[in-house]
């Protein structure tokens, strides 16, 4: 557990600075053998392209250090609940182990809406370790919505 909240602090620093950029709060790394390899912020609006979600860019990240599409010796740590198509890039990628700090009741494919992490139909599934850090993850994305909702943006 206190691994966890070590690289979930990592995570919490990307998300505050896609918080600090004006995008959603969201922060990612990837460790492997004890070492980050990958660590990416939400870029989605100042990229203007959908596919900058902090997993994919560190999922990209960490196959290109690793020369490998396959992550299977890695961990995932995510601020918030992985959307769909960030859960199926985790799948795909043989990430075995996920960890995340608020749930997304909302879009949260790792068992708030569905859990595409878990689903036996894949041929990989992943751990999930929920909560880590939550309250912290949770807050700064709150405080990002009240801003947002405050200004109109």
Known sequence: ME????YMSEALTEARRAFDMGETPIGCVIVHA??????AANERNSRKNVLFHAEITAINQACEVLGDWRLEDCQLYVTLEPCPMCAGAIVQARIPKVVYGAKSPK???AGSV?????????NHQAEIISGVREEECAALMSS???NLRTTGA
């Not at 691994?3 to 070590?6: C, E, I, K, V, Y």
């Not at 569905?114 to 894949?122: G, T």
């Open 114 to 122: 569905i859990n595409i992490l878990n689903e036996p139909r894949f």
């Open 144 to 146: 990002f919505m009240r």
């Open 107 to 109: 879009a949260g494919c």
């Open 3 to 6: 691994t966890d909240n070590f």
């Open 34 to 39: 004890g070492k980050i390899i990958g660590r």
